[in-house]
């Protein structure tokens, strides 16, 4: 997605770390954003198959400048391992929602099954005045859920954020 702004053209980058698993690392990473006026748009955190070390995915709007820079500054940090800019098409990216949608009637209920089986969500729980629908995928899929949902009127919304892993083995071959 691009969006221009001040004549000069940011677009999303996803990167992705490998930081040391230990208290205030998110903190120092963050802190880092901060200070030079970078907008998280999302932020994933856990751990990776290696206890000591975490993964982080953040999301982010810049331009390439940018993203040189802001690599640069948090490949300096003690606690950061690896620092990637993910290329979106060699990049499997997934996220997570849970959205309770108001339903009033069984037509209600049964139009929000209808739509959420034709995006492969999940009702994951049921009352008699609500769903929760659990949605996983891209985010431009989530989007257009949320969107098509919001007429039935959502009464609470989460999201995970965008969590992501290049394809195939990459540098890291065994």
């Known amino acids: 997605m691009w969006v221009k702004k001040n ?33 998280i748009e999302s932020l994933t955190v856990g751990p990776t198959e290696n ?19 802001l690599t640069k500054q948090t490949n ?28 009033v009637d069984s037509k209600t209920r049964s139009d929000i099954i209808q739509y959420v089986d034709i995006f492969r969500g999940h009702i994951i729980d049921v009352s008699p005045e ?17 969107e098509l949902s919001r007429p039935f009127g959502i009464k609470e919304l989460a999201r995970t954020g965008v969590t992501a892993l290049k394809r195939g083995i990459g540098e890291n071959k065994k």
Not at 20 to 26: H, M, T
Not at 27 to 38: E, T
Not at 54 to 66: H, L
């Open 130 to 146: 609500s769903l929760i629908v659990e949605m996983t995928g891209e985010s431009n899929k989530i989007d257009a859920f949320i």
């Open 7 to 39: 004549m000069t053209i940011y677009q999303t980058y996803i990167l992705a770390f490998i930081v040391e698993n230990k208290p205030g690392v998110l903190y120092k990473i963050s802190n880092m954003f901060r200070r030079r006026s970078f907008n």
């Open 51 to 69: 206890e000591d070390f975490a993964r982080m995915t953040i999301t982010v709007k810049g331009n390439e400048n940018m993203m040189e820079q």
């Open 76 to 103: 300096k940090l003690m606690e950061v391992i690896k620092v990637t800019v993910l290329n979106k098409k060699n990049t499997v990216m997934r996220e997570i929602a849970l959205i309770k949608i108001f339903t």
